[in-house]
């Protein structure tokens, strides 16, 4: 009762519901509960308060399960209200973890559940975007002496991270766990390529055979984003600013151009920069009639959406624009992050790993071995991590032999 009182959440009688979508969570987790079963349970994290800042749906709900399973005292939030599961909310209200969150709470509610968060008083934060994190620094400052760290999930944040420190803001230990090996090379590319897409399914209902796809951003996410448009009989070109990731995509097959090059001929405007105006304001005259607009990056404001005037929802969640002269857009998720605000996210079986990174991290950060700033996930947990994934699925690697350890040790031609 002491949980349902301090938490804020929409209707915790959608508790079962929530309660089915995380044990189907449970079972399709192996790495997480091996490395659970294996790490988290020496005791480090006991009686330590943890506040898990990301989505929050049914594979962050089993996160902070495990968490709290360890002995810490978790209380969560979700870094997005258009992501937020209100049913998750209520199961893990139900499990007896405190939740402050709600699906569609306006930017005022959002700021105040996160604000409610903070004043916990977290000694590890697990962040998405680092939106508590940035928080707790600004309108928390005192409280970031109390910090024993940070893990962060996105490409976003970390950049945050690098700004913060940049402007010696950064007094703790924050973990890049974006940057792990275990956590870009699969969530940012097979993760985001498969459910972006499926929650344009989703939503729209519309067929992608031979339609035009204009990813904007060629970085782990565009890859695997433009990989999923092309094995869906999709064509694609890429909008980059980076001549490397110009040449790579170039080299991978797709058609690269400019905004003004592209957008006249995409039927699928997806965003995936983590930065805001990837496509600004006046690019939008370049839209072509019905396209549609989905974010597979991080921040709302990826694509100017603003910048279209009012709406009307024809679709759920999905909102026409008129671009003048007769034309329309079709913005999917209200600017959101397409994947999470109209599906349910990345596969579970990606985030056992991403999430794998992640309870590894809180726990690193949970030994106080780590001085302020931004470091790196320990590449031998990655490495960990890897293994015990190619164990659940029964696969096993060659050793070198002694002859080949004798030639790498050998400098001498």
Not at 54 to 76: I, M, P, R, S, W
Not at 90 to 119: C, K, Q, T, Y
Not at 216 to 244: C, F, Q, S
Not at 384 to 390: G, H, N, P, Q, W
């Amino acid at each position: 009762m002491d949980t349902v009182a301090r938490s804020r959440i929409a209707d915790p009688s959608l508790a079962p519901e929530g309660e089915q979508r995380i044990q189907w969570v449970a079972k399709h987790s192996p790495v997480l509960n091996c490395l659970a079963r294996e790490r988290l349970s020496d005791g480090a994290l006991r009686g330590r308060r943890v506040a898990v800042v990301v989505h929050l749906e049914a594979k962050t709900a089993y996160l902070a399960t495990l968490l709290a399973d360890a002995g810490a005292q978790v209380v969560a939030s979700g870094s997005n209200p258009g992501s937020t599961q209100d049913a998750i909310c209520a199961a893990l209200v139900a499990r007896g973890i405190e939740v402050h969150a709600r699906h569609g709470a306006s930017s005022d509610e959002f700021d105040a559940d996160l604000l409610a968060v903070a004043d916990t008083e977290p000694e590890i934060v697990v962040d998405d975007g680092a939106e508590l994190t940035a928080r707790i620094v600004e309108h928390r400052p005192e409280l970031a002496a109390g910090l024993a760290g940070v893990t962060e999930e996105t490409t976003t944040g970390v950049s945050r991270l690098r700004a913060m420190a940049a402007a010696g803001k950064l007094t703790f230990p924050a973990i890049a766990a974006n940057d792990a090996l275990c956590k870009h090379l699969f969530d940012n590319r097979y993760g985001t390529g498969q459910s972006t897409l499926a929650a344009i399914d989703r939503l729209t209902n519309l067929t992608f055979s031979g339609r035009e796809f204009c990813i904007v951003g060629y970085g782990w996410v565009g890859k695997g984003l433009a990989r999923a448009a092309r094995g869906a009989g999709g064509r694609v070109t890429v909008v980059e600013i980076d001549p490397v990731a110009a040449l790579e995509a170039h080299m991978d097959g797709n058609r690269v151009a400019s905004l003004e090059q592209a957008l006249p001929d995409a039927d699928v405007l997806i965003s995936a920069t983590g930065a805001i105006d990837c496509v600004p304001h006046d690019a939008l005259q370049y839209l072509k009639d019905g396209v549609l607009i989905a974010n597979g990056g991080h921040h709302e404001r990826e694509v100017a959406i603003d910048g279209l005037g009012p709406g009307e929802e024809v679709r759920p969640g999905v909102t026409e624009h008129g671009l003048g002269d007769g034309r329309h857009a079709y913005v999917l998720a209200e600017g959101r992050q397409t994947n999470v605000a109209g599906g349910d996210g990345h596969p579970v079986e990606i985030m056992d790993l991403s999430f794998s990174v992640q309870a590894l991290a809180a726990h690193v950060l949970a030994s106080g071995r780590l001085g302020p700033g931004l470091h790196p996930f320990p590449d031998e947990l990655d490495r960990e991590i890897a293994r015990t994934k190619l164990a659940t699925l029964g696969l096993s690697l060659a050793e070198p032999t002694a002859r080949q350890r004798e030639f790498e040790a050998r400098w001498s031609v």
